[in-house]
């Protein structure tokens, strides 16, 4: 089979002259606030919970999924459909005064606080927290490499322990472990791949069993041979099962994946291929990487596709166990005026941030260096009509030893707000979503630095500069590149972030404003531009942005 012939390019070199085949397990917390929720309510295990925001399910116990509840689904008809059989918690809310909906969810005048107050999700980020611990503490003493990929998933690359064991043990023949599943036909143990896979479901049954007992959650794995194959694997059989997809079954088993299953196809990319007249993986590999190119623009979503569709993905499983960045942010029902965002929600948003930091910087030993403000606003179209536009713009983010830190990031959000009033005349106002997202993380060694740079930066408002040492590198290379060069570097590099962000929003849950409004806020992408105006004390860094949908 041609596919898992390429598959078998993507061996790993672990000692010399010997290859061997990637281990990589994904592991997915069943319904997952759902479960936090139980937990925290002290319900039984085969409790069935649904867990609301604003009305609408956001998570499904699976003995909820029984009476056809669904995420998405509506409040009156989760009731219908359970009846008191099932425990209705609404995610925690903050701000405002009224009380808060939590288990009332029917309260009178609970969609009025919509915009008064917003939901935080510390619950579940806590759990998320404590569930990673565990993982890894499981995974001490092996050599594995773990990377968080969302609230609620994480990859695990275990080959090298893999490696290990089949050196020590050998294949010999042993029972695959309890709620294991395999996708085609049974393991061969012969086959150097199959019993590579054995052990990993192993090592995936020690970090399932590992969570279950430490805080009763269960959790879906997939073992396979590289990560979107371990995606894929994790959702097969949910919940509390583990399944396995052997390289032989790989080609047999695309041709009937429905593309959107695919980690990275899940959303617009998906859409884009699924437009060439395609619904499943078998049957977009009949499209060429000419077509796949002429349809979606570059060259490397083609490249993605492409192998995507074959099961082929040598992405690494990157060494990351905390989130890339922080957001706080809102979004409100029809649209907030200026003031009530800049009086109301800046403040909110900026005491979350600086409280969200505080705790990362204590668990995780680091600190933001760089603070986004993102609005999204109605604007006129030179035809006279409304579109939406969303604009962003970054500052240096108040460093952590400063005074005060939640009012100087409100003070930098407000000046923002206040220029983009000013500048953008097409922009009326009223907003319906704001967020500030804390990005650009270096250790608290580092982070010191950044203290002394934010006021020389302070001092030095006007200066256009490069940020940090990596731009300088960059560059005194760019003396020996040509225009061309330099031209075409820049698109691939902007592909390669397009992507890297496709991805990251695949298996990143939505913030609470992305749920409420259909996932659509937050799709832009903020060029990088090294310039530095900083007028009325905001040190600005990077261009404004504006997107249209
Ligand atoms: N979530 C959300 N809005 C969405 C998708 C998810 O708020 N549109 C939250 C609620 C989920 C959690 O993220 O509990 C994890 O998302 P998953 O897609 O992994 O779904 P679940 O864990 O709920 O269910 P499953 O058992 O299918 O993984
Ligand atoms: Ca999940
Ligand atoms: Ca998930």
Redesign the pocket.
């Known amino acids: 089979m041609s596919s898992v012939g390429v598959l078998h390019k993507s061996r790993v070199s672990i000692e010399e002259g010997m290859t061997v085949l990637s281990v990589i397990l994904h592991c997915?917390?069943?319904?997952?606030?759902?479960q936090v929720e139980r937990e925290r309510l002290g319900l039984p295990k085969d409790a069935a919970v649904v867990?609301v925001?604003w009305k609408m399910a956001?998570?499904?116990s699976?003995p909820a999924r029984k009476f056809g509840i669904k995420?998405g689904s509506n409040v009156d008809e989760v009731r219908k459909l359970g009846g008191d059989k099932v425990t209705i918690v609404h995610v925690e809310t903050i701000g405002g005064d009224a009380p808060p909906p939590d288990l009332n969810v029917d309260q009178e005048g609970t969609e009025d606080l919509v915009n008064t107050q917003k939901v935080s999700l510390a619950r579940?980020r806590k759990a998320s927290a404590d569930i990673f611990r565990a993982m890894i503490s499981c995974l001490s003493g092996y050599q594995a490499k773990f990377e968080r990929a969302?609230?609620?998933?994480a990859y695990i690359d275990v080959t090298a322990e893999v490696d290990q064991r089949v050196r020590k043990a050998g294949n010999e023949l042993r029972p695959l472990p309890d709620n294991t599943m395999v996708v085609g036909e049974r393991l061969d143990m012969r086959d150097e791949c199959d019993v590579r896979l054995a052990y990993g479901a192993d090592i995936a049954t020690e970090v399932r069993k590992k969570v279950l007992a430490a805080f009763s959650y269960t959790v879906?794995a997939g073992i396979s041979t590289n990560k979107l194959l371990s995606k894929f694997a994790s959702?097969e059989n949910?919940?509390n099962m583990q399944t396995i997809v052997p390289l032989r079954a790989v080609s047999k088993l695309m041709e009937d994946v429905p593309l959107r299953k695919l980690r990275g196809l899940g959303g617009k990319l998906g859409k884009e291929v699924e437009a060439l007249g395609v619904s499943t993986a078998g049957e977009a590999t009949k499209l060429s990487r000419e077509q796949l190119q002429s349809k979606l623009g570059h060259q490397k979503f083609a490249e993605f596709v492409y192998n995507s569709v074959r099961g082929i993905d040598e992405s690494e499983v990157k060494e990351r166990d905390k989130a890339k960045s922080l957001l706080a942010a809102k979004s409100f029902r029809g649209q907030m005026g200026l003031s009530v965002v800049e009086q109301t929600w800046l403040p909110l948003l900026a005491d979350e941030l600086a409280e969200r930091l505080m705790v990362d910087a204590e668990l995780n030993n680091r600190d933001a260096k760089t603070l986004t403000i993102s609005f999204r606003m109605k604007s006129a179209t030179s035809q006279g009509n409304w579109t939406m536009v969303t604009a962003s713009r970054s500052a240096i983010m108040p460093p952590i030893g400063a005074e005060g830190r939640s009012n100087e990031i409100l003070s930098s959000s407000v000046n923002v707000l206040r220029k983009v009033a000013r500048e953008e005349k097409q922009f009326t106002f009223p907003i319906t979503f704001v967020g500030l997202t804390a990005t650009n993380f270096s250790d608290r060694a580092t982070a010191n630095e950044s203290i002394s740079r934010y006021f020389h930066v302070a001092s030095d408002r006007d200066a256009v500069h490069s940020s940090g040492s990596k731009t300088v590198t960059d560059r005194s290379q760019n003396a020996f590149q040509t225009r061309e060069e330099i031209h075409q570097r820049r698109i691939q590099e902007s592909a390669d972030r397009a992507l890297a962000l496709r991805l990251h929003r695949e298996e990143s849950?939505?913030t609470?404003s992305?749920?409420t409004r259909g996932?659509r806020i937050g799709k832009k992408v903020t060029s990088k531009v090294a310039k530095r105006k900083g007028k009325g004390g905001v040190n600005t860094l990077d261009r404004f942005v504006v997107k249209k949908d």
Do not use: N, T, W
């Open positions: 997915d917390l069943d319904c997952f606030y759902a867990v925001q956001l998570a499904v699976y995420r579940y969302s609230i609620d998933e879906s959702a949910k919940p849950i939505p609470d992305k749920a996932g």
